[in-house]
């Protein structure tokens, strides 16, 4: 599947903070088909942290189906802000996921990051939530 275009929707959880934590990511092509869908497990992170780890995996998955034109939104007001520069980065442990995230966008075309309610991203949350109920 080589796709120019998509949208997609992240969320990080973590049960305590730190505490057991994962990702949900939906990948979405122009026209609103779901293309993927992430839900894993990523250990004991902060919240900050898996939500960070989210954008980067559906980044991943997004280049690797061969998108060139990214539209993220995210329920995570702090990683957006930080990833378009509005909010320093003063969390060192955030510093390298912020440049990965970097890293990532340079190969793309275009990339925005845009902040949207909870209520807005409850299939990426759905994703993280049911990857975190799966720890046993």
């Known amino acids: 599947m080589n796709v120019k275009k998509v949208i997609i929707y992240t969320d990080g ?4 903070n730190p505490g057991p ?5 939906i990948i979405k092509d ?11 497990r990523i250990g004991i992170t902060t919240n900050n942290q898996a939500e960070y780890r989210a954008v980067i995996t559906a980044l991943e998955k997004a280049v690797s189906l061969g998108a060139k034109y990214v539209i993220l939104k995210s329920d995570s007001e702090l990683v957006v ?7 320093k980065i003063k969390n060192a442990a955030l510093r390298p996921l912020y440049q990965e995230v970097v890293k990532l966008t340079g190969s793309l075309e275009s990339f925005t990051i845009s902040y949207i309610p909870r209520a807005q991203n409850a299939g990426a949350d759905a994703l993280a939530n049911k990857a975190l109920d799966n720890i046993r």
């Open 30 to 40: 122009e026209t609103g088909n779901v293309m993927a869908r992430l839900s894993r």
């Open 81 to 87: 802000k930080q990833i378009n520069g509005r909010y």
């Open 21 to 25: 934590a994962s990702i949900g990511a």
């Open 13 to 16: 959880a973590a049960r305590g």
